[in-house]
């Protein structure tokens, strides 16, 4: 897989004739599965290589700002998803003030020209360009080949982005698995935070969102793994002795998660943290890049009234989440 920017390609560059698909891909989930498959399907057929082409910010988020929908993946997310497609290309389109102003004309053009675009895989409700001027039967008028994928269902309705988002965070993380085809998890790196956690004898990691507002919100039961090293080894190597709670895939600890503004800290300006503590570990993870996997939902964000509150509060959520760890001997779905 090849990923390349588009405003770094010019026109008429040296990409093979390709066969093109585009979209947010927002959570690359069993719709976008669906299509990639038939992009490639198609890319073979015609001997063309495939191309998935993601917009960066996604386009509500330069149009809200922060009233964006939250995001279901990061950049990193949605490349890691896709590369495990197998698609030839990503290319990233800047949805900036100039992108959005491309007449429907001018998008046909970049995607002759800058992408060698022959073959389309779209979904039923695709449009574009300026005011939403373009749709399939323009581009088939413009002379691609345009196959338009039907909706995909699951549980007799429509599987879509904002349907995952509603369903994450209404905690049904199960129906959040079969929409996505893979269980929730976010990726990214363990960052300094500001140690609170620690005062309240339950220290956590503190991991770095990569969006400006995640789809959850409380207190849940995770899995984690290390991208980049052997985790229980690094754990093994900083304290022998506590070597924490194994999750349920090889070399994952089990832990309890929470994400939330912490309304019960006092700080400056509230922001989005995505924080887990792992019982009877005590070990220096700070710079490994962690993937959180959302196994158990317990409830939602809680203000409490005061340190003491909030410590007892946790160390009740702890022992709730350790009896669903020791109750359940298999991966929850």
Known sequence: ???????????????????????????????????????????????????????????????KGYQAPPRISSLREKVEYLTELGVDYIVIAKFDAHFRSLTAEQFAELLKLKLNARSLVLGDDFYFGKNRQGNSEFLKN???QVTNLPT???????????????????????LAAKLLGRPYSITGRVQYGDQIGRTLNFPTINVRLNRHKPCLNGIYGVEVVC????????????????????????????????????????????EWRLEVHFPHVSANLYGLLMRVTFLNYLHGEKNYPSLEALKAGI???????????QNSAKFPF
């Open 142 to 144: 413009y002379g691609f």
């Open 1 to 63: 897989m090849k990923l390349l920017r588009l405003n770094a390609l010019a026109p008429n560059c040296s990409l093979p004739a390709t066969a093109v698909t585009i979209g947010n891909f927002d959570g690359v989930h069993v719709g976008h599965q669906a299509m990639i498959a038939q992009l490639k399907q198609q890319a073979m057929a015609q001997n063309l290589k495939s191309v998935v082409m993601i917009f960066e910010p996604q386009p509500l988020e330069f149009f």
């Open 152 to 174: 995909i269902t699951i549980e007799n309705d429509r599987v879509s982005s904002t349907r995952i988002r509603q369903t994450l965070q209404a905690g049904n993380l199960a």
């Open 227 to 270: 991208e980049t090293q052997a985790l229980t080894q690094r754990v093994k190597a900083d304290q022998p002795e506590k070597l924490g709670i194994a999750g349920y895939t090889p070399d994952s600890l089990f832990g309890a998660g929470h994400v939330g503004t912490r309304p019960a800290i006092k700080q400056a300006q509230p």
């Open 315 to 325: 160390d009740d959520d702890v022992e709730q989440l350790l009896a669903f760890r």
